[in-house]
């Protein structure tokens, strides 16, 4: 079997409503997806993290990069590929974009294999330690409103995430530290006895993260997410060992080498990698062994359509327990509440995550086909591709 075309999806839609973050705004919805296609006619589907123009610029690097480095290989021979890619663009790119254009490539190659194979993921990395997974409902974007409209809105937002059926939920910060400190008393009082975490999306510096993070184990927030820039690995060392809540992380980092760096800096107490991202399964699979090493429990990060929501469900039930026993500590679901075609709309068979949370008691089911388990709509993909 060989590798005949590799093409490059970028779908995009105007959300009803403007989003945000710390740091920034948007108003439009975008997917990357990866298409694989063989000389035996199976096709494989990846994703790439990525939004907007950088999803744009990653197709160029998809097509015009490295589709020509491996059209004609053995889709099989998935870790030769890794490398052969890896290796010819280190001069120009270790992390950020070549490594996101490489993920949605190797998901694809799995996907292959596991219809090669008629396996779902979660059989040919292993079998599956949970076949249930529990989603964490994410939510409370920032808007171009006052904080006092902020401060209600996300206590009535935290409290019906929780109603759809979550156990937990996570909102963004990015007002300033006590502003911040006020939305995150709301969402506390929203989720009455639920787990919250905070997703601030390192805009702080560190004595401000301090200031924010204090307030959060007052409040008996889970985590405290990306509350520094991810190369200020000084500042996650000093936090993690100066607060007691958790410190989370790790969703810009790519690559085994720069997870050996964070990891061996001790200051994360949750690893969050973005298998879309980091390298795709092949490189994910090697840095959760990096963070079971260094006892680091890990929750994947997953922001993107339909493909990266079973992907991430295929690796979060494979996942070891850590560090095991008769009540483990468990992994849980990432996923983002707000509006969202392309992971509601995609499949020719939606997942219906919000459908089995609100009935499974926010448990998620793993998808059993072979690969990933799930097919987009070509037309869909046709009507929102740019």
């Known amino acids: 079997m060989k590798i005949t075309a590799i093409k490059s999806h970028v779908l995009q839609y105007d959300l009803p409503e403007e989003l945000g973050y710390s740091q920034q705004y948007y108003a439009k919805r975008t997917a990357h997806l990866v298409e694989v296609q063989t000389d035996e006619g199976i096709t494989g589907w990846g994703e790439c993290f990525g939004p907007g123009p950088i999803a744009l610029a990653n197709k160029g690097i998809v097509e015009g990069v490295i589709a020509p480095m491996v059209i004609g290989m053995d889709p099989m021979d998935r870790d030769v590929i890794w490398h052969k890619v890896y290796n010819l663009m280190r001069d120009h790119g270790q992390k950020g974009m070549p490594m996101q254009s490489l993920s949605g490539v190797d998901i694809a190659l799995w996907d292959i294999a596991g219809k090669i194979c008629q396996q779902p993921l979660h059989k040919l990395i292993g079998g599956t330690h949970r076949k249930h997974v529990r989603a964490y409902g994410y939510g409370m974007m920032l808007k171009r409103e006052s904080v006092a409209d902020h401060i209600a809105r996300f206590k009535d937002e935290a409290a019906a995430i929780i109603a759809m059926g979550f156990t937990a939920t996570k909102m963004k910060t990015g007002l300033g530290p006590k502003e911040d400190v006020r939305l995150c008393a709301a969402v506390a009082e929203g989720v009455g006895d639920a787990r919250f975490m905070v997703d601030a999306n390192h805009c702080y510096t560190t004595s401000d993260a301090f200031y924010v993070g204090r ?43 720069g997870w050996r760096q964070i990891l061996e800096n001790r200051g994360l107490d949750i690893a969050q990698p973005e298998v879309c991202a980091l390298g795709g399964i092949t490189e994910y699979l090697r840095v959760l062994a990096l963070c079971h090493a260094h006892f680091t429990p890990v929750v994947n990060h997953v922001w993107g359509s339909a493909v990266a929501v079973a992907t991430n469900l295929h690796l979060l039930a494979a996942m070891p327990p850590l560090p095991g026993g008769l009540h483990p500590w468990e992994p849980m679901l990432e996923f983002d509440t707000t509006h969202n075609l392309f992971r509601d709309n995609l499949l020719a068979e939606p997942l219906d995550i919000q459908g089995q949370v609100a009935t499974n008691d926010g448990f998620v089911t793993v998808p059993q086909g072979p690969g990933i388990g799930v097919t987009p709509d070509p037309d869909f993909i046709k009507h929102y591709e740019i």
Do not use: Q, T
């Not at 991810?230 to 607060?243: F, T, V």
């Open 215 to 257: 307030g959060l184990e007052e409040l008996g927030a889970y985590w405290f997410e990306e509350p520094v820039a991810p190369e200020d690995h000084d500042g996650y060392r000093e936090l993690r060992a100066g607060l007691k809540v958790n410190i989370s992380g790790g969703e810009a980092e790519f690559g085994r080498w």
